[in-house]
Structure formats: structure tokens, C-alpha cells
């Protein structure tokens, strides 16, 4: 198949898709996939990006990481939690979402109460100045902000990294501020697959 073949099937195809997790959720009462303007949810341009929910190619990610009970999952900018629901095939400990908007901290509390998946706690609150848990161990952004929170975001991993040394993986889809992550000195890529890249912390910052 010649490449702009490809390239003219993709549109319909994602929507194709997108109508399809919408029909599937509103048989199983949830909702993690409509799209959501931020005027709709009262969020800033300047706090935050677009909702747009996660797709399943993260989950193959995780598939190579060796989770166990005691690690700790953190989403920020969890919107309506459906990356906290593609974790929860896996041993986390704990799954934490932070979400600034009331409205979507409400819808994702439902889908979770709906399915039934106890270990998704869902915190209303400014990821740029929430207080990173010393036993979080895996972060995942999928492009929720802009410049301006993810460094206040690097800040607050840095702290809770100061507290307690050790080693925490970054997830980023669509990572469109790569270089805030390079330049805080804190992580350093060891994957990039997908429009995802994946960091560790430094050597200087792991247990």
C-alpha cells in the first residue's frame, strides 16, 4: 500500500475508533473517551491542555516494566481516568490521578465506582503544586500542559526525589516538552516508541 494511501485511511480510521470505545463505554456506563474543551471544564489555557483521552498503545509500554505491589502509580492530568484504567491490569500498589477539573474528577470517581476498581483514587487539585508521594514510582503525562506546569511539575518530582531517592520511570505521550524534562536534570531517555518516550531517573537521584 503506497504511504499516502495509508496517510488518507488514518482519519477515518482513529474515527471509526473513537466512535467505537464511545459506544462500548455508554453499554458499560462510563465514559473515559469524549473529548472535552477546556472552556467546557473551566481550566486556563495557560494550565492546561485539551482533554483528549489515552490510547491502548500505552498499555504495551507497561507490558515491559516489571511492576510489582510496591510500586505506585501517579497520572497527571488524569482527566476522566482511562490511562489509571488500562494500569489496573497491572500490580500496582496504588493508582493516583491528579485532575484539576471538579467536573472530570467527578466522571472519573463514576467509571471507577462503575467498574469496581478500588486501588483508582482520583485527587481534584493543581498538578504543578501537588506534593508528589515519596512512594510514587511511575508517572504518566499524556501532553496535559504546557511549558509553564510541566516545569513547576519537574519541581515537585524533584522535591519528593530530594526526600527520598530513588527510581522513577516518566511516561510521556505526545511529548511535546521533551526538553523540560532533559533540561531539570532529573531524567534521562532510555525509549522513545510511538510519539511516547520513556525516562529514568538520573543515577544522581536513584536509590
Request: glycine share 6%; net charge positive; proline share 4%.
Amino acid at each position: 500500500m503506497r504511504l499516502e494511501t495509508k496517510e488518507r485511511l488514518k482519519t477515518p480510521l482513529r474515527t471509526l475508533r473513537y466512535k467505537y470505545w464511545i459506544i462500548k463505554e455508554k453499554i458499560q456506563g462510563v465514559d473515559f473517551t469524549t473529548q472535552v474543551n477546556l472552556d467546557q471544564i473551566g481550566i486556563a489555557p495557560e494550565r492546561g491542555n485539551r482533554y483528549q483521552a489515552s490510547v491502548p498503545r500505552m498499555k504495551r509500554l507497561f507490558d515491559r516494566f516489571g511492576i510489582t505491589d510496591r510500586d505506585v502509580f501517579l497520572d497527571l492530568g488524569c482527566g476522566k481516568g482511562k490511562a489509571m484504567w488500562y494500569v489496573a491490569k497491572y500490580p500496582f500498589g496504588k493508582i493516583l490521578g491528579v485532575e484539576w477539573s471538579e467536573e472530570l474528577v467527578k466522571v472519573a470517581k463514576n467509571n471507577f465506582r462503575r467498574l469496581g476498581l478500588s486501588r483508582c483514587e482520583v485527587i481534584q487539585g493543581d498538578a504543578g503544586q501537588y506534593q508528589i508521594p515519596e512512594e510514587v514510582t511511575y508517572i504518566y503525562m499524556c501532553n496535559p500542559f504546557p511549558e509553564m506546569v510541566v516545569k513547576e511539575v519537574m519541581e515537585r518530582i524533584r522535591e519528593s526525589l530530594e526526600r527520598k531517592r530513588r527510581k522513577i520511570t516518566i511516561v510521556y505521550g505526545n511529548p511535546v516538552c521533551h526538553d523540560v524534562i532533559i533540561d531539570s536534570g532529573l531524567f534521562h531517555e532510555v525509549k522513545d516508541w510511538k510519539n511516547n518516550k520513556v525516562y529514568t531517573s538520573t543515577s544522581a537521584y536513584s536509590a
